[in-house]
Structures are given as structure tokens and as C-alpha cells.
């Protein structure tokens, strides 16, 4: 709905803001037009049907979109290629009481995944075992000699989670030990599978469900929900005992944290599922939310940048099964002391995070100082920890605005990368290209997130090939730093009435952005670093309106330093409106992502 081209005019006059960013609408006059009539036919606020209409939200669809239901939006799962065969293959083990294990990645998605699978097993009473790999020893996915332990306890079936879709080597080693895999994943795969007893994977060619925006135990839900269904089928009585959307809670995280797109069915999930949060019934959650002080209602930002870098933190720089451990668990002494140790790993890992980010920084600069630089950015080290390198990808990225890798090379020049990518850039389909072209030992992911083994003598050969793939395609994005804007409002006006009436909008995220507002012509009355690099900030309107803002790790950007040293002058601020809970009280607050002096 935002203008294009060279009609796009300045919003408040902002041609280029202090970082680097033109402000423009993002609702053209045919949006405009839009929004109008949805707020004269559903008799929504002015302002939610604009951010409606900001999101291709039609009017006849507005009502459902702001209370989006599973049972609406949800598909048959037998849609799912395999999702039958896994079901009936679950159905098996759990009639033979066959001891199962359960393979999952060391992220949150997989994390997640691992709990939701474990504890649908537990309450038909079949005994499982969860195995996630060592991030530094093993890498991403099942490897053959994992495999065979697993086996050798006496595994009967082995469901992988997060992972598999190209574990050709390692499913084979099953097989050839007489063991099923059912795999449930949403990576990209090659066209070539590997062997299994079903591999339900959205992403794969021959699947017509619509659902690879599904992240890994979206997946794991659809097929727990055939599961059932063929349960009940076959009179297990059972099968009505499992609340199914009692563990939405742990399907949310995984969504907001996997950052696929908050659309359709992925938004009711989240929705759904911050509704599940508050009833606290997971302990292991409620234990790791109390250790990050979180206060008030769970939101998405409490999921992506609170409890799920803590969980990630376990299989970062420490025990990679910790994170799924703790979402399983049912007694919260235990899940006390794991999220006592996610929080210690946490602060380590963000330690080590500031000392890496400072040298990949500088090297990034370096490649950036002349003209526009490459069009991936690609750092690397040898001794950085590879546990963090998908942090630094996300930095960069964030601060360059372009695809970004960081590398970390052991003594014998084997590289460990993690990459993170811009919209209009799939990193994963680049990543597959180039393990299929002979640059990489192994790689795969999606379009926004992927991860890479290389050789240190061919990483200028991949810098080469990447800047072939993608050059055309992120100069094109370099051409558009925009900045959308919502709509204009004041310190008076940035009531909490206005934060309620926006978030029934949301949740916000990955394909469905958060509202973006201009505040113009503040002061700054109080500006001071607080935390990482955080800047708190105190702005004060012509009308005598006050409005409480922060910049995340902003302190060390030049519209950090223009905030930090301009008490006393005014300035257009952009960004997000949330309610802040402080000591009790909750209050508006912006969270600002860019600014501009004011003329």
C-alpha cells in the first residue's frame, strides 16, 4: 500500500534520517481509502484500520482477523505430504509401547519441538528419550554415530524434529540397523530424500498444503493433531485425555523465535498460544520467565528477546539439551535450577557475544568503506566461539542492511558460519546452491536463517559466488531504505487506550510488522546508556505531553549520539508504542528506531 518510485513523498519532510532512512507513508491514498471504509464498516478506531489496511487486510476479513481461531485457519493435516504415515507409524509405537527417541536441533524451534513430542509420548505412557547434539561436536542435524547409541539403548522408532530433511548418511545408518525415522521438519531440501518411514516436511517438492511458513513444531502440531485424530479413530479413550492447544504455549515460542511469517495460521498460534502463557501451566516456561523479570502479560517481544535467547543459550556455549529439558519438566524445584543455569549461561553468552561483535564490526566496516561494499557480508575468525556466530550474522545484518555470515575457523581451517538475510534475499536456497556447487562441506536452512561448513581455502571462492547470486538482488534493496510509517502522534496522544486498541492488530512480527509512528518535534528532556548500550530517553510535546522512550543498543550509532547529546533540542523520533510494566504500573512507551532533528 506504500507509495513507489519517485512520487514517494518525504513523511514530516524526512528525506534522509540520522540513519540513512527516508520516511515515507505507508498507506498510499487508495490505503487510505481502505482504511476509512473499514473503520465506517466495523466500527473499529481510526487508527486499527489503518494499520489494517497497512497489511492487506480486506474489509469483510477484519472482524476474524483481529480473533484469528486453529480451528479456522488450521487445514486438514492429511493436507501435509507423509503426515498420515508418521501418524500411523506413532500410532504403532504407542500401541506396542515401543521406546522412542526423539532427535531435535539446539535452537528454540527445536527445543520446542523436542518438549511438544516428549510430552504427547508421556501421556500415552510410551518412554522416550530426547537427544539434541552438541552444537561445537556435532553440528546441525542426526549423525551416524548418534544414530547407533540411540539404537543400542533400545530405541525402537527415532522421530527427528528440526532436522533430517537431508541426513542422508545418518537415516541410512537406521535403516540398515532395521530402525524407523519419522522425520518432522521445515527446512529446505534437495530433491533427493533421504530414507525414512515418513518425512513430513512442508518445504518439499511434492507438498501442496500451502504450510512452509510453518516453523518446525507448527509441524510437529499439525502431525500430533492427525496423531490424535487416528487415535481416537481406533477407540484409544486416551486420545481425549492430551490437551493438544493446552501446549499452544510452546508452539508460540518456537514461531516468534524461528522469526517465520506471522500470517495466518502461524498468527493464531501465537495468539492462542499467548493466551496459554498466562495460565503459567508450564513450569519450566514460568520458571525462565520469572528469572528474566518479566512483568505482566507475555508478548511476543517477551518471546523473542526474553525467554527464548535463554534457551538458546544452553545450546549456544553449554548444554545444548537444557532448553528442552526444562519445557518437559514438572517439577518446579528442578525447573528452578535449569533456569537458574540458562540464566548464568545467558549472561556468559552475551559477554562473548560484546567481545565478538566489537571485531566483526570493525572487519565489517572495513568492507563497507568503499561505495556500497559486498553485497553479503561474510566475517570470520579463527577462536571465535561457534556457538555465537549466528548472533553476529544478526547484528550485521541489522546494522548493513544486506545479508550477512560470520564464520568461526577452528586451528585446522574449518569453518562453522551462521548466516541471517534481509526480505527479497533467501539465504537458504543461496546456502543449498552452493553445497550443490562444491564450495561448502554442508549447509542448509531457509530463507531467512541458514547455516554452513567451509574450508578456509574456499571462502574466497564463496565470497565470489555469493556476490554473483545475489549482487543485482541487494542493490536493489540498498536502493530502498525506507522507513514505513503508520501515522503521525503526539506525546498526549500516545495513550494506553491506543497500545490496546493497536495490539488486538498483533501480535507483530515476521511478515506482519508492527505499526511504526512519528512523533514530531519533541524535546528531549533526559537522555542517558543504560544497560548493553541501551539509551532511555524523556520527551516532552508542545502541547506539555510527556512520552517515555528507549533505543535498543543504540548508544554507539550516530542517532544514539545525536539523542545522548541533544537535551534541549527537538527531534522526530520513529518507532513502536508498548506498555511498559514498571514496579506495578504500567505506562506508554516508544521504542524508538530511528530519528531525525526537527527543522
Known sequence: ??????????????????????????????????????????????????????????????????????????????????????????????????????????????????????????????????????????????????????????????????????????????????????????????????????????????????????????????????????????????????????????????????????????????????????????????????????????????????????????????????????????????????????????????????AMLEEADAEAAVEMASGEGPAVIITERRGWHPGVVGLLASRLKDRYRRPAFAIAFDGNGKGTGSGRSVPGVDIGRLVRKAVDSGLLLKGGGHAMAAGLTVEQGRLGDLRAFFEDHVAEAVAGLSQRHRLKIDGALSASGATLDLVDMIERAGPFGAGHPQPVFAVPAHIVRDARVVGQNHIKLSFAGPDGGRLDGIAFRAADTEMGKALLNGRGLAFHVAGTLSADHWQGVRRVQIRIIDAAVAD
Open 1 to 354: 500500500m506504500a507509495n513507489s518510485g519517485a512520487s514517494e513523498r518525504a513523511f514530516l519532510g524526512v528525506e534522509k534520517s540520522l540513519s540513512g532512512q527516508k520516511w515515507i507513508a505507508r498507506l498510499d491514498m487508495a490505503g487510505e481509502n481502505k482504511a476509512i471504509t473499514i473503520a465506517q464498516s466495523t466500527g473499529l478506531p481510526d487508527v486499527v484500520a489503518r494499520v489494517l489496511a497497512g497489511r492487506d487486510v480486506v474489509m469483510g476479513d477484519a472482524a476474524a482477523f483481529l480473533d484469528p481461531t486453529i480451528k479456522s485457519l488450521m487445514p486438514d493435516p492429511s493436507r501435509l505430504t507423509d503426515c498420515d504415515k508418521a501418524a500411523e507409524r506413532i500410532v504403532a509405537a504407542i500401541t506396542r509401547g515401543e521406546r522412542v527417541a526423539i532427535f531435535g536441533d539446539y535452537d528454540v524451534d527445536g527445543a520446542t519441538s523436542s518438549a511438544l513430542m516428549q510430552r504427547f509420548l508421556r501421556h500415552f505412557g510410551v518412554e522416550s528419550e530426547i537427544y539434541i547434539p552438541d552444537r561445537i561436536f556435532e553440528g546441525y542435524g542426526p549423525n551416524p554415530t548418534a544414530i547407533g547409541d540411540l539404537i543400542d539403548r533400545g530405541a525402537g522408532l527415532i522421530i527427528t524434529v528440526d532436522c533430517g530433511s537431508t541426513s542422508h548418511e545418518s537415516l541410512a545408518e537406521a535403516a540398515r540397523r532395521g530402525t524407523d525415522v519419522v522425520v518432522i521438519d521445515h527446512h529446505q531440501v534437495a530433491q533427493e530424500l533421504p530414507l525414512a518411514q515418513a518425512l513430513v516436511n512442508p518445504n518439499r517438492e511434492d507438498d501442496l498444503s500451502g504450510l512452509g511458513h510453518l516453523c518446525a513444531c507448527g509441524v510437529v502440531f499439525m502431525v500430533l493433531a492427525g496423531t490424535l485424530r487416528m487415535l481416537r479413530q481406533r477407540g484409544d479413550a486416551r486420545a481425549g485425555g492430551f490437551d493438544l492447544l493446552g501446549c499452544l504455549d510452546l508452539v508460540a515460542l518456537a514461531t516468534v523465535c524461528d522469526v517465520v511469517p506471522l500470517k495466518g495460521l502461524n498468527r493464531a498460534f501465537v495468539v492462542k498460544g499467548l493466551l496459554v502463557t498466562r495460565s503459567m501451566g508450564n513450569v519450566g516456561l514460568t520458571a525462565l520467565a520469572q528469572r528474566a523479570g518479566l512483568n505482566g502479560p507475555m508478548t511476543p517481544y517477551h518471546l523473542g528477546f526474553l525467554i527464548g535467547p535463554r534457551i538458546n543459550a544452553g545450546g549456544r556455549i553449554g548444554d545444548a539439551a537444557l532448553g528442552s529439558r526444562l519445557l518437559t519438566l514438572e517439577d518446579r524445584a528442578e525447573a528452578d535450577a535449569i533456569a537458574e543455569r540458562l540464566e548464568e549461561l545467558n549472561r556468559e553468552r552475551q559477554a562473548i557475544e560484546a
